[in-house]
């Protein structure tokens, strides 16, 4: 009886939370395309040049590649011979899965990676994190370099976002001492924490116990001068890769110039925002914020604005789609038949 009032209980939380997040893509798509003619922006997106297209998808390509890289690089002193093939295709599952419930992709490639690597779903998790928190803070990095690029004033713009920034800073900030805190006093700072919390709530203290493990694990796994150098340098080139995804999506289109890569720069920083929140696959919020920094910085029409926003999401999230479908119908599927076969043999022996 316990049990099946906490599997209710669990499936309750997962559609409430799928449906906030529905009722979230929903209210920023109402935002982005509220008072645009539809039909102009389909026209628009119909006479797109199809050779940019490709160029802006072999971009966005190139851009997770080195983002599997990068995870290679994390890995490497748990595991220096991680499969690329494993790593890259355990991203783009979780990416797809994040298309259709948000988040949760996270878990699905750390697990299918622990399980190709025979590798701890702890660990696998950590590491995931720590690529969330070197994404965190590149973001708020790339937004400080846009608000020295951009010759306008973006807080003009967004009056939001200075608010954002400084927010954003001090929660860095704290989140760095805490992983530092972890992994140099992981014993003496793990137990201080958890009597702390569990004052309050011993179910809260489980998780967050949960969690210092995963953060101390993944921490731990970035080892050496030359992999923090290599994880820095990676992650710039990702930024600079998908600045440029975002200038070759202006040249889809005959009616957005003249243009510049430092737009590119600009427009992929305010875009991604959209990105962290919690809608599938950045549904909604990547149209406002994309469509707004087009309009409202750059002076661009708001039917062109609204077909930029549109196309470009469009394009990457059939890509994470067809990419996570080919993943599990050729990769896994091929995989499981080849540990059956194996498993075949070893009962004749």
Request: proline share 2%.
């Amino acid at each position: 009886m316990t049990s099946d009032r906490i599997k209710n209980s669990s499936i309750l939380k997962a559609f409430l939370s799928y449906g906030i997040s529905l009722s979230l893509a929903v209210i920023f798509l109402y935002i982005a395309f509220h008072g645009v003619n539809i039909s102009e922006v389909m026209d628009i997106v119909s006479n797109a040049s199809v050779l940019w297209m490709v160029v802006f998808t072999v971009t966005l390509f190139l851009g997770h590649l080195i983002r599997a890289l990068r995870w290679k690089v994390i890995l490497n002193s748990v595991k220096p011979n991680t499969s690329f093939k494993h790593l890259f295709s355990a991203l783009m599952v979780g990416y797809g899965v994040n298309c259709v419930t948000p988040k949760l992709g996270e878990i699905t490639r750390a697990v299918l990676l622990g399980k190709w690597e025979n590798l701890s779903r702890s660990s696998m998790f950590g590491t995931v994190i720590v690529e969330r928190v070197i994404d965190i803070i590149s973001l708020g990095l790339a937004v400080l370099v846009s608000v020295f690029v951009w010759r306008e004033n973006l807080y003009d713009s967004f009056p939001w976002l200075e608010t954002t920034l400084y927010f954003a800073g001090i929660m860095m900030l704290i989140v760095i001492l805490m992983i530092y805190l972890t992994v140099k006093y992981k014993d003496k700072f793990y137990g201080f924490i958890i009597r702390l919390f569990s004052k309050l709530s011993e179910k809260f203290a489980t998780k967050l116990a949960y969690i210092f493990e995963m953060l101390t694990e993944g921490f731990s796994s970035l080892k050496g001068i030359r992999n923090y150098i290599y994880t820095v340098l990676l992650t710039l080139v990702i930024l600079l890769v998908y600045a440029l995804s975002s200038y070759i999506g202006f040249f889809m289109f005959q009616e957005l110039k003249p243009v510049t890569y430092e737009m590119g720069w600009v427009l992929m920083s305010i875009a991604a925002i959209g990105v962290i929140i919690p809608t599938p696959g950045a549904t909604g919020s990547y149209h406002t914020l994309a469509k707004s920094t087009l309009v409202l910085l750059f002076g661009f029409g708001e039917t062109v604005s609204a077909a930029y926003a549109f196309l470009t999401h469009i394009i990457s999230y059939f890509l994470f789609i067809f990419t996570a479908l080919f993943v599990y119908f050729v990769v896994i599927k091929q995989k499981n038949r080849l540990i059956k076969v194996v498993e075949t043999k070893l009962d004749d022996l």
